[in-house]
């Protein structure tokens, strides 16, 4: 029997990784796109054929009720969230409503429309819950002290998902997945940011890189390595929450040395720190301990941060070259 999934962000850097994934499973898989955006539907490239889309408003909780009937979906994946972090200082009330409010309302459709026995779910949760680190490495039983409205949106979600699992019984988990990058990663972030503007210099458009604060740290994975821990957590034999990372610390400054060193240029000749990409609530030490994925799942990160940063600058030269994106033009 063919099974069927449900994703809320399909167009994400998540959604596309996840729906490869599943259609080379052999599952029918659906994404739920806000009516404006339909467009962002060529965000899947050659998957726009093999997904099924479904114009949806994620803030209406009876269409949601009326499509979970129509699609009986066995599992659902909610990654819908505006994935940059600090965008949410100026619309808290909005990040709530599409982050929790968007649980809240999908968890209430499965009950509801009496799917409680069938639909696995699955809930795209943060390392930025556990914001002000009170311990590290983090694990599941590390407390949550979120510090900006998107982390304090992503917890509320999480606990929302917790009390379904136990007082309804639903099969449902939430990954606490800590940053995963790829080429498909929008500039905003820092790894493509250093990623583009190395292509971009190689090519001779920029000579100048300007960053924040080099020696802030991440744990950085790769996404195509996390979207396979999602379903592994819905195919398990309970459902149980998992914090997903690599384990490893590294620093902004040893990212942009491995994107320079893929174009054989010296970081050094071209960054200069510009304080608008300080942050005065940057975090520290915040570091996984998958153990616990690894011991139920059997799941290891595959793919090291030099090896996701040669990808990437690699993808972005080619797209330069092909005219597929315009490069970064700056000239100090
Ligand atoms: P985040 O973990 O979701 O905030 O992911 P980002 O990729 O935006 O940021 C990762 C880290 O890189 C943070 O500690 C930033 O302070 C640091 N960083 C340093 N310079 C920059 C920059 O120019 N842009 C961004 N986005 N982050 C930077």
Redesign the pocket.
Known sequence: MTKTALITGITGQDGYYLSRLLLSKGYRVVGLIPPERRSSMAKLDELVEKVEFRAVDLTDAQILREVVAELQPDEIYNLAAPS???HSWNDPLGTLDLITGTATRLLAAVRQVGLSDRTRFYQASSS?MFGTVAESPQDENTPFRPKNPYAAAKLHAHWTMVHHRERYNLFACSGILY?HESPRRPP????R?ITLTAASIKLGYSNIL?????D?K?DWGYAGDYVEVMWRMLQADRPEDYVIGTGQLHS?RELVAMAFNCVDLDWQNYVEIDPK???SD??FQLVANPTKARDNLQWQFQTDLSAIIEQMVSKDLQRIQLGQIEPIKTRG
Not at 188 to 191: A, G, L, P, R, W
Not at 210 to 214: A, C, I
């Open positions: 940059f972090v600090p930025e940053n905003s972030f820092v790894t940011k300007e960053m924040g604060n080099l802030a991440r902004v990409f300080l942050r940057e975090h």
